[in-house]
T-cell receptor, first 117, second 114 residues
Framework: EAGVAQSPRYKIIEKRQSVAFWCNPI?????LYWYQQILGQGPKLLIQ????????DSQLPKDRFSAERLKGVDSTLKIQPAKLEDSAVYLC???????????????FGPGTRLTVL | GENVEQHPSTLSVQEGDSAVIKCTYS??????FPWYKQELGKRPQLIID?????GEKKDQRIAVTLNKTAKHFSLHITETQPEDSAVYFC?????????????FGTGTRLAVRP
């Protein structure tokens, strides 16, 4: 089974520039998550999609971050403009679907390491 | 919202010894507690999980215990091996009511000395 794919793997930009990350979840997974992992910390949820609808974006800094999941498959996360404190690994994860029956494991992608200079 | 604290932040053990990592959570509605292992530069991978209706779960050399009253859960690794060296994250979720959202601890860096 193919895993969660992300690109690019690394990105270096200067502050105030824009950047976009791409995620392709495991085939058939309805739920997609974007996490921010700052060095030395655990992943923090930025946004969660179920198909192409947003379930939770309460921790997304909406003045500079945006995300979309058109057609309910691939997703892009954008930062515009970037700040120094955005330097982190951005992880994408997917799961079958969330619901009443049981908890579904989240599978993580390899992440995109962003450095903002 | 949920807050998960994890201790210790670093742990060094001799190969063959046991390692214990502890986490506490704040939301009494949390009912699912996974543990992830993240090797350097790699993605987090689920190694074991426990649900709130179970007090202990074991899988070969790893086990997790849950104390709902005290709101804490622990990861136990026995007979540690060098390949166990990694960062371990605990997490908690209230399940479907929050979209299966995971709140992670800050991680424990485990080093197993050969």
């Amino acid at each position: 089974e193919a895993g969660v794919a992300q690109s690019p793997r690394y990105k270096i930009i200067e502050k105030r520039q824009s950047v976009a990350f791409w995620c392709n979840p495991i085939s058939g997974h309805a739920t997609l998550y974007w996490y921010q992992q700052i060095l030395g910390q655990g992943p923090k949820l930025l946004i969660q999609f179920q198909n192409n609808g947003v379930v939770d974006d309460s921790q997304l800094p909406k003045d500079r971050f945006s995300a979309e999941r058109l057609k309910g498959v691939d997703s892009t996360l954008k930062i515009q403009p970037a700040k120094l404190e955005d330097s982190a690994v951005y992880l994408c994860a997917s799961s079958l679907i969330f619901g009443l029956l049981s908890y579904n494991e989240q599978f993580f992608g390899p992440g995109t390491r962003l450095t903002v200079l | 919202g949920e807050n998960v604290e994890q201790h210790p932040s670093t742990l060094s053990v001799q190969e063959g010894d046991s390692a214990v990592i502890k986490c506490t959570y704040s939301d009494s509605a949390s009912n699912y507690f996974p543990w992830y292992k993240q090797e350097l530069g790699k993605r987090p991978q689920l190694i074991i999980d426990i649900r709130s209706n179970v007090g202990e779960k074991k899988d070969q050399r790893i086990a997790v215990t849950l104390n709902k009253t005290a709101k804490h859960f622990s990861l136990h690794i026995t007979e540690t091996q060098p390949e166990d060296s990694a960062v371990y994250f605990c997490a908690a979720s209230t399940g479907w009511s929050s979209g299966d959202k995971l709140t992670f601890g800050t991680g424990t860096r485990l080093a197993v000395r050969p």
